[in-house]
Nanobody, 121 residues
């Protein structure tokens, strides 16, 4: 199964930037889509951005034009560049990786440990 390591997050002032990263490791797996979710206090977890294995991207309306998702397939890593941050972006951000076990063709969904992002006004 795939393990995820996702350092990053922190406290930033409104208008500032942060970059999150999430690296996948394991054996005998193939990664498909990767993405980021966020969960603010008292709210449901929601999709922020996703990127396919071919590089197609999708963003939540609230972050379009401010956040950029990218991936480095050689490093099995997905990034989320967050610019022009707003206080309402404050949440725990979780990376999400969809992978396939090559030995069994079983599908897996892996979650990062969560990164607190706090944007002060």
């Amino acid at each position: 199964q795939v393990q995820l390591v996702a350092p990053g997050g922190g406290l930033v002032q409104a208008g500032g930037s942060l970059r999150l990263s999430c690296a996948a490791s394991g054996s005998d797996f193939s990664i498909n889509a990767m993405g980021w979710y966020c969960q603010a206090p008292g709210k449901q977890r929601e999709l922020v951005a996703a990127i396919s294995s071919g590089g197609s991207t999708n963003y939540a309306d609230s972050v379009k034009g401010r956040f950029t998702i990218s991936r480095d397939n050689a490093k099995n890593t997905v990034y989320l560049q967050m610019n022009s941050l707003k206080p309402e972006d404050t949440a725990v951000y979780y990376c999400n990786v969809r992978s396939v076990d090559i030995a069994t063709l079983a599908d897996f969904v892996s979650w990062g440990q969560g990164n607190q992002v706090t944007v002060s006004s």
